[in-house]
């Protein structure tokens, strides 16, 4: 049965990360080679007027938004992807008849990242047409040049984009850490069960809270 009902991830991130406690990995960011990625926050997902809107996602834009802050402080990359389709199709593959053409298209509102999470100057904006942001775009080039090592992640959806860019980033040899008061999913089990299966292989889960006193101890 599908939940119906939605919930808050910065609320459940405490009792989420005692359920996962079994796979539990402490998080040791290397600050120096460490950057955030921040997976499709945009007017689609996070706007009440967005085609594919999560209630749930709502209070997790100012959490974001101050990991955002922190790793600039810090002096450490900031990257954004942003999920469109090319409106005249062609590009999205599989994703486009799975989803039956619902997700944003290029130019359009639903495309736009989220103006309270406006990127600013010196992130960098990585469009993608598929769950993982390596796929057909400069994401690993980018970041082999800015030497990062750990790869911190926020964002939505948890149990799709988020996940499966977590999983790749471990394919291809990162630290991947997901920020579990930073993400959210449709439902509350989605969300649930996609950072237990990260936890449990691919990626330390952890919370803003951890992250930002990495950050500010190195």
Not at 32 to 58: C, E, R, S, T, W
Not at 165 to 190: N, Q, S
Request: hydrophobic share 50%; glycine share 4%.
């Amino acid at each position: 049965m599908v939940e119906k009902k939605t919930y808050d991830p910065v609320a459940e991130a405490p009792r989420i990360l005692a359920d996962l406690a079994p796979y539990a990995r402490p998080l040791t960011l290397d600050v120096k080679h460490a950057a955030l990625l921040v997976v499709d926050m945009q007017n689609a997902f996070l706007h009440p007027d967005g085609a594919i809107y999560l209630p749930a996602a709502k209070t997790i834009i100012a959490v974001v938004k101050d990991l955002a802050a922190a790793f600039r402080k810090a002096k450490r990359p900031v990257l954004y992807t942003r999920h469109a389709e090319d409106p005249a199709g062609g590009n999205a593959g599989m994703m486009a008849k799975w989803w039956e053409k619902s997700s944003p298209l290029e130019g359009t509102f639903d495309a736009a990242i989220l103006d309270e999470l406006a990127p600013e100057p010196g992130d960098v904006v990585i469009p993608k047409i598929r769950y993982s942001a390596f796929v057909a775009t400069d994401l690993e080039q980018r970041l082999r040049q800015a030497g990062v090592t750990d790869l911190v992640l926020a964002g939505v959806m948890t149990n799709l984009c988020v996940e499966t860019t977590a999983r790749d980033a471990f394919i291809h040899d990162y630290r991947v850490a997901v920020v579990a008061d930073a993400c959210a999913a449709p439902t509350l089990a989605m969300h649930r069960a996609a950072l237990l299966n990260l936890a449990y292989g691919f990626a330390t889960v952890t919370t803003s809270g951890a992250v930002r006193e990495e950050l500010n101890a190195k």
